[in-house]
Structure formats: structure tokens, C-alpha cells
């Protein structure tokens, strides 16, 4: 299964709300993660099963979809959520990871 | 608590072999599947290798069968990545990973450079 991720990068303001798109090609039901990765850091779980936040992620995360097609989304973009963001799924193995969307502030 | 400690990377030649360990605690290891996962010098993710809880089940990337191989001991709550004939390519952060989904934990990873 190949995972592509858009956009490769996103500029955006404090305050904006931010969508990045995961799409599998082909379907994979809900099994989906979505990882924040901080520069020389250990990525973290945001998201699993495509729609539940991972214990102790701000409510500002969501996660949306199913099947092949997938968001995740923060709705006021902060200061400290500058990362590399990566879906994965795991409905069959290989669990791919898809490119990886990067994000700064404008 | 959940904890992931890997160890063994380091500078190795082209053509020369390291075993990574991970040591796991905090959990009933033997219920769960691992991976690893390794990261390159400013790029993606990448699964290397996957195998089920209780060993049945064992997945290699194209990009390593062959080179490298992935095993674990139940009884030393410990898994364990066989790496040979290293390329420069294979130089990375190996991250050893528990399962996927709501139960994944990642260790800090160990560092590989594989150079001359």
C-alpha cells in the first residue's frame, strides 16, 4: 500500500486552522496513526484508529476518514506544533508511513 | 511505566555487521508485536522490520532482506535486529516500536553510521 501525504510543506500563521491529507491507495479501513515528529525528537502518536486522540494530545488535533482517504487537522495553529507530521497505517503488513508533511510558522 | 532502550548502534564500515538490542519493561512484552523503524539523516520514516508477538510472523523490507533480521526472547523481554553487509545507505536512527495503533511506544533510538 503506498501512502501519500499532501501537502510536502505548509506555511501558516498562528491562529489558522491546518489540514493535512493522507491518502492510501488502496483501502484500509480505519487503521491509520498520525505522528508528530519535533526536530531530534522521537515521534509521538497523535492519532489512532484515524479519529481518536492519543492520551494527552490538545483537543486541538482531530483526525478524519476512512477507507483511503484521511485528514488531520489542527484547528488554531500554536507556536509549538512547528513539526514533521507522518500518517501510517497498519491494515496489512508493510505498515508504510506516508512522506511526511513538514510545518512551520509563517 | 513503558520503556524501550535500544542499544548496540555505532560507526561500523561498509560490509561489516551490528546487532541492535532493545530492551523492553513496564509491559508484558510477550503480548505484543515490535518493529523497527529507522529514520535517515534528514528524511522519512521507514519500517525496516516487523514480527508478531509470539515470533510466527516475520516481515523484512525489500531494502534490507536478506542483510538483515529481526528476532526477540519472550523470556528477556528483549528484541533484537541482526544487521550485515552494511551500506552506507543503511545509516539512520533505528527506532525499536511496540505494536501500532493505540499501542504504540517508540524508544529514543540508536544512531547507525555505516562509513569508511
Known amino acids: 500500500i503506498q501512502m501519500a501525504q499532501s501537502p510536502s510543506s505548509l506555511s501558516a500563521s498562528v491562529g489558522d486552522r491546518v489540514t493535512i491529507t493522507c491518502q492510501a491507495s488502496?483501502?484500509?479501513?480505519?487503521?491509520l496513526n498520525w505522528y508528530q515528529q519535533k526536530p531530534g525528537k522521537v515521534p509521538k502518536l497523535l492519532i489512532y484508529d484515524a479519529s481518536n486522540l492519543a492520551t494527552g494530545v490538545p483537543s486541538r488535533f482531530s483526525g478524519g476518514g476512512y477507507g483511503t482517504e484521511f485528514t488531520l487537522s489542527i484547528s488554531s495553529l500554536q507556536p509549538e506544533d512547528i513539526a514533521t507530521y507522518y500518517c501510517q497505517h497498519y491494515d496489512h503488513l508493510p505498515y508504510d508511513f506516508g512522506p511526511g508533511t513538514k510545518l512551520d510558522i509563517k | 511505566e513503558v520503556q524501550l532502550v535500544e542499544s548496540g548502534g555505532g560507526l561500523v564500515q561498509p560490509g561489516g555487521s551490528l546487532r541492535l538490542s532493545c530492551a523492553a519493561s513496564?509491559?508484558?512484552?510477550?503480548?505484543?508485536?515490535m518493529n523497527w523503524v529507522r529514520q535517515a539523516p534528514g528524511m522519512g520514516l521507514e519500517l525496516v522490520a516487523y514480527i508478531s508477538s509470539s515470533g510466527a510472523t516475520i516481515y523484512h523490507a525489500d531494502s534490507v532482506k536478506g542483510r538483515f533480521t529481526i528476532s526477540r526472547d519472550n523470556a528477556k523481554n528483549s528484541l533484537y535486529l541482526q544487521m550485515k553487509s552494511l551500506r552506507a545507505e543503511d545509516t539512520a536512527v533505528y527506532y525499536c516500536v511496540r505494536d501500532y495503533g493505540i499501542n504504540s511506544r517508540w524508544g529514543q533510538g540508536t544512531l547507525v553510521t555505516v562509513s569508511s
Open positions: 513496564g509491559f508484558t512484552f510477550s503480548t505484543f508485536s
Open positions: 488502496q483501502d484500509i479501513n480505519k487503521y
